[in-house]
């Protein structure tokens, strides 16, 4: 980006091209927005351009001017990625009736690359719930990039098995006919052959595909499951092959998709598999068996690692591969650490304070929603001219709430290790339900506070990047807005907050904000006191579960940490008691 600076005007040319790309890539976004901005109006909107004035805006969060931009690239040039941009970015404005009508008429054979059409099947299988068709793109996604392995993923995770086409993928022909997909079973061998008659052009072999010309696809046409049909082999008599199954081709391409992904893409371990040998006897299900105390085992590390050292909650999620939102409600458990928010040190408190009371507090995805579990929520939003968020936190927000709702109806659980059992538990549709409405209702808390650019003159630490650069993008974006002047980041994280000190950011946490802020008339004390004791129950069942795993020396060093802020805690017959 610096060596292109000096080698262009406000003028059309290659290098005013690449230091916009440059600028954007370097993740310099003000900067690249100033530029992009300073532009005449007839160049912002031209082919080597808009796009990358879209990309700009959208990194930033801001996703009005993108749409603008966007909207007038469909005019000049309405085709598949276009599109795709637009819909995108209406459906991170919460607006996906608008671009609904044109999922509805889009032509079948509608022009685009593999990636841009899986994408268009998963669009129409979320928003239409229309099978056939979204089923359709995704079939002719899957032949057209059949040496991605990104294809391969989003056909089989989340078109078939994430989405909801699942009862005319698993709809079984009565015979065998051009298009379906066909099991053949040697009885005597045991030995399988799947083969597909594949009415598309270019049907390749290696891909078990057979033409409806071919002479061996003519004698499988017509057949039943249980029928049989012979198959000469070189050197031998010819054997007889029994038809197993007969499956719709989208079907046979998930099966096939199944079975070849680790020849195809060794690689790549987004699948993985586990062999139950019924010959074993009561040990066949070890390897389950195994996997479930070697998860608990590097439950148990992860634990002691939130213990003893500062670990930000988004990388103890990336570490544990949950959600966010998942570990905060397993934070929340009675039996569990405990959310660690502060060290509970005067000057914490009083640099904390100082932050608070200068300017707008950017609010990590975690608080908003640790804010809406506590029922803190309607308090809170009466402080909202002081708060702020990025979208990419209302994003995340929103994906919590498609993700429920999709998973529900859906039956669900987790097989796990105590230490002493394996336990299976599944998730009953009341709490589907409830975890659906929690979501909603963090989502709307979010959408009820300012946006803020996702942006600022000040660069973040390379280090400190690359330490965000796997997590949730909202927390790279939170840290980004709070560097901006007047800004501080609000996040009741403590290994956050260390994280974002590291970049020179202004932090402080719930319960010094709304005593800063909120006690001075904007908040009444029953009100505060309602802040107080739900953050102050998280901090007590911490100390509740150093107790029950006889952890002494750590429960009253909490202990003394909450007396030194000037909280008295008890313990009594009847249970703990605090006081101020």
């Known amino acids: 980006a610096d060596l292109y600076a000096p080698l262009h005007q406000k003028t059309d040319n290659f290098a005013l091209q690449r230091r916009l790309q440059a600028l954007n890539l370097a993740d310099r976004r003000a900067e690249a927005r100033k530029l992009f901005e ?216 998930f099966r096939r998709t199944m079975r070849q992904f680790p020849a195809l893409f060794p690689d ?16 066949r299900f070890e390897e389950m068996f195994a996997m479930a105390r070697a998860r608990a085992d590097r439950g148990k590390e992860l634990e002691n690692l939130y213990r003893d050292s500062v670990v930000p909650i988004p990388m103890f999620a990336r570490f544990a591969g949950a959600s966010i939102f998942d570990v905060w409600e397993n934070f929340s458990h009675p039996k569990s650490l405990g959310l660690k928010t502060a060290l509970g040190e005067e000057a914490e408190f009083a640099s904390g304070r100082a932050c608070a009371g200068n300017g707008v507090m950017v609010v990590d995805p975690l608080s908003v929603y640790a804010w809406s579990r506590m029922g803190l929520g309607p308090i809170l939003s009466k402080l909202k001219n002081r708060l702020a968020v990025v979208q990419s936190t209302i994003d995340s927000l929103r994906h919590l709430v498609e993700e429920r709702e999709g998973n529900h109806g859906r039956k669900s659980g987790t097989f796990g290790y105590d230490g002493d059992r394996y336990y299976l538990e599944e998730l009953t549709e009341e709490a589907a339900a409830r975890q659906i409405a929690q979501a909603k209702a963090a989502l709307e808390l979010a959408e009820a506070l300012p946006v803020v650019p996702a942006e600022t003159d000040q660069q973040v630490p390379q280090s400190v990047a690359d330490m965000l650069a796997d997590l949730n993008p909202a927390y790279h974006d939170s840290l980004i807005a709070a560097l901006a002047p007047k800004r501080a980041l609000l996040t009741d994280d403590f290994g956050l907050r260390v994280v974002a000190q590291a970049a020179g950011a202004n932090t402080t946490w719930t319960q010094v904000f709304v005593q800063r802020v909120g006690l001075p008339g904007k908040l009444t004390h029953p009100e505060y006191r309602q802040v107080v004791g739900a953050l102050m129950d998280l901090v007590l069942k911490a100390r509740q579960n150093y107790r029950l795993n006889k952890q002494y020396a750590e429960a009253d060093e909490l202990r003394d940490t909450l007396a030194r802020v000037g909280v008295t805690v008890e313990d009594t017959k009847e249970g703990v008691r605090w006081k101020r």
């Not at 005597?188 to 270019?202: K, P, V």
């Not at 790549?268 to 040990?283: E, L, M, R, V, Y």
């Open 38 to 253: 300073s532009l005449p109006p007839d160049l912002k909107t031209s082919d080597g351009y808009l796009p990358v004035g879209v990309a700009i805006y959208e990194r930033s969060g801001l996703l009005k001017p993108a749409l603008t931009l966007a909207e007038r690239a469909l005019q000049k040039l309405d085709v598949l990625r276009n599109r795709l941009i637009w819909i995108q970015l209406l459906t991170r404005l919460g607006r996906p009736v608008d671009f609904r009508a044109w999922l509805q008429q889009t032509p079948h054979d509608i022009e685009g690359a593999a990636l841009e059409l899986i994408s268009l099947a998963q669009l129409v299988d979320r928003y239409l719930e229309d099978a056939p068709r979204a089923l359709a793109f995704g079939y002719r996604a899957l032949r057209d990039g059949y040496a991605e392995p990104r294809i391969h993923l989003a056909y089989a995770l989340g078109l078939i098995i994430g989405g909801r086409s699942s009862k005319v993928t698993m709809a079984a022909p009565d015979r065998v006919e051009a298009g379906t997909g066909v099991v053949l079973i040697n009885d005597a061998t045991g030995e399988e052959l799947h083969r597909i008659i594949e009415t598309a052009s270019d049907p390749r072999i290696e891909r078990e595909e057979l033409s409806p010309e071919d002479g061996f696809a003519k004698r499988l046409l017509g057949l039943r499951v249980g029928e049989t049909v012979e198959i000469a082999k070189l050197g031998t008599a010819p054997q007889v092959f029994r038809v197993g199954e007969i499956q719709t081709q989208f079907l046979f391409a």
């Open 268 to 283: 790549n371990s987004a699948f993985g598999s586990i062999t139950i040998d019924d010959s074993k006897g009561d040990d």
